[in-house]
């Protein structure tokens, strides 16, 4: 009878009917309900592999968070291709474990993992700031690394811990995201402009008289001797600004009394150096007042407009190469380096005064798949894929500056120019200060307000709502 | 429908409101679905923003009862009042370009002239484009290096034209793309208006000797009273809470000189997530909205006609 049912439930070709297919929903899903609502549905610690056969593990599929839109420029494009090669070599290494990317714009990426962890709405890997790492402590939306970390030997461990981002990604104990190189910035400058104005492109400024007076002898019609950016974004202050306060041996905000300071004299004396910059020498075009840093900084090297543009950063050697034809064999990093038409020189600061970030990679808090997240991210930083990844900058691995591709003076530059990077300060409210900071000297440079009482109004607005916090 | 007469009377006799709920229940039940999304979707948001605004929030996502302390704080600012004014000069500035010329439009796609249609397609375009998107292109066409509306400029008067450097000019930029934007949907709400006035009145007008002026300034300018007060009330609504059009052209700068209330809304919401700021920003601009919705449909006399 019941043999008799089946086959009337089934047609001759052995397909499921309407009924039959119906009805086995039904118990499907009054399974599935009962088996969710019951006592153990919640995750519960992995139960003892059956004795009779192996369970067959399900594919896992982890989201992997980026900020590489193709659309954008061919140097995003670059690093698309180099994340799809590193997810392919996981995917071939690991045959259980998909991938499925999602992308983010570059300044969003950080807030979307704040806000997605107060939602509720889970990723797993991603990309993470290093500038906005207080934020993430205080926000709790990352995972707590260590654990997995202590796995790696003594020898791995330290070859990442020399580096100022891995230590911004720690607190209490607690680590929360691996950098995946060393962004830090020089001083670009064109080795035939140089030529031209009678300077001797081997023997670039070493100090900040130096570029300032070759940036005088550069300038001209149609020609400007320092490019800079001091437009409405955050890399106004991060690249600009802030180094100029830290040269001058301010800063711009107290660990101790949790303030900003950046009304102090280093303070008047950045922003004085800006002003002159554009309105006294005049080596530096008004136009840097508005748009974006790439947009800035790119168009005036594209153009040949900039003779030196200041605050290149080492994520741009690729393009500097690739588009313009300034460098030979310098990216990906090889022993036959050859600056062409263009250079770069360590920035004329004094030491510890170059902003140097890097992306670092994270795990969100509410991953559900945290040990395959972990196993992409240390297959990730291994030092073969590292090397090829264009926004990485320059190595994260200490031992991979070992190589003969960095030994060269190209690279021996870029590593003198991290050793004199500086983080951004250690405040939950970075974005904030940041934006205030180049808020502040925009009102001075596009209105000529007074700079002390400038400076001054703008702190107290920032410390009026977060001193202390 | 029952009377307000008819209901009076009911209430002589002695009948209470659940009487009169139980026996007119059809037409509530075919309010309910409406009144529960309206309280559902701008009610409840409207209740949560006035909760918030009195909260300070922390990034871990708990809140602090704080009163009127974030009021006090915005009031204090001289951020906030500067924010405030050019939104006013924001407003004033796109709905003083954007309204004369979408009547013009309007009156230019009603009529009788050949290819109308072809207007009428083209003056659409920027409203079906995104407002990140024109935000963009409007940038890259001011670019004082390699835009071409700087370039020209630079080649008429032989100075670099640095529209976003200059406070003024930041303005006016994000004036003209508010307004470039807002004329299609004011154009259309407006030739809606123009097309439903009865072609008799022009024509026993003409039989009167009336000019092209006079049947203008007695026949359409009365009788598309109604749509340009609504089109002005949305647009005006619509302005004062945008920041995607500012915030991709201008990032609210230089300094401060473009950062309207809704960009700053949008920081302090998304950048910075001090939700109880954002909260009396929203709560601010509600107000503001209302404000002008009453000023509106008082001043233009609206009100009689609907």
Known sequence: MHKNKTSQDQNSNGKLTRREFLRRSAVLGASALAASCAPGALPQPPAAAPTEAPAVKEPVTIKVAHYFDPLQSPAAQANLDWLNSVVDGFKKENPGIEVELEYFVWDQIDNRMILDHQAGVAHDFTFSSPQLMPKHFEAGGFLDLSPYLSQWSAEEQEDFSWSPVWNKSRRDGMQIAVPTGVHTRAVFYRRDKFEEAGLDPDKPPETWEQCLEAAKVLTKEGQWGLGMYFGPTRANMEIYFAPFVWHFGGDLWDPETKQATFASEAGVQ???????????????????????????????????????????????????????????????????????????????????????????????????????????????????????????????????????????????????????????????????????????????????????????????????????? | MRSTLARSMDRQRGHGSLYWLNKYKLPFLFLLPTAVLVIGFLGWPMLSILYFSLQKTSLQGTSTFVGLGNVRLLLNEPRFISNLGTTLKYLGGNLGLSVPLAYLGAILVTGKLRGTGIFRSIFLLPWIIAPVVSAILFRTMLDPRLGPVAQVIKWLTGKEALFLVDPDLALLTIILHSAWRSFPLEMLLISAGIASIEQELYDAAKVDGAGAWSRFRHITLPLTRSSLVTAILVITIWTLQDAEGAYSLTFGGPGYATEVTGVRLFKEAFIYFNLGIASTIGSALILLSVLFMVLYIRGLGMGEEV
């Not at chain 1, 554009?278 to 800035?296: L, N, R």
């Not at chain 1, 990093?333 to 038409?341: A, F, G, H, I, Q």
């Not at chain 1, 930083?381 to 590292?386: M, Q, R, T």
């Not at chain 1, 925009?442 to 410390?463: A, C, G, M, R």
Request: net charge negative; glycine share 4%.
């Open chain 1, 270 to 469: 950045a922003a004085q150096l800006a002003y002159d910059l554009v309105f006294t020498h005049q080596v530096t075009p008004e136009a840097v007042i508005a748009g974006d840093y790439s947009e800035v900084i790119l168009n005036g090297i594209a153009t040949g407009e900039f003779a030196q543009a200041w605050g290149v950063g080492s994520y741009w050697i690729q393009p500097v190469q690739d588009n313009w034809g300034h460098l030979e064999n310098c990216f990906p990093p090889s022993v036959d380096c050859t600056p062409l038409t263009g250079d770069f020189y360590v920035t004329p600061t004094v030491p510890q005064a170059n902003f140097t970030n890097a992306w670092c990679m994270s795990i969100h808090k509410l991953s559900q798949h945290p040990d395959e997240a972990f196993k992409l991210l240390e297959y990730t930083a291994k030092a073969d894929n590292l090397f090829r990844f264009p926004d990485a900058g320059l190595p994260a691995r200490l031992s991979m500056w070992e190589a003969p591709e960095y030994q060269t003076p190209f690279y021996q530059t870029w590593l003198e120019a991290a050793r004199k990077g500086r983080p951004m300060p250690a405040t939950a409210h970075y974005p904030e200060l940041a934006d205030t900071c180049a808020a502040a000297l925009q009102e001075i440079l596009v209105q000529k307000s007074p700079i002390p009482e400038t400076l001054k109004k703008f702190e107290d607005e920032w410390n009026a709502k977060y001193a202390g916090a």
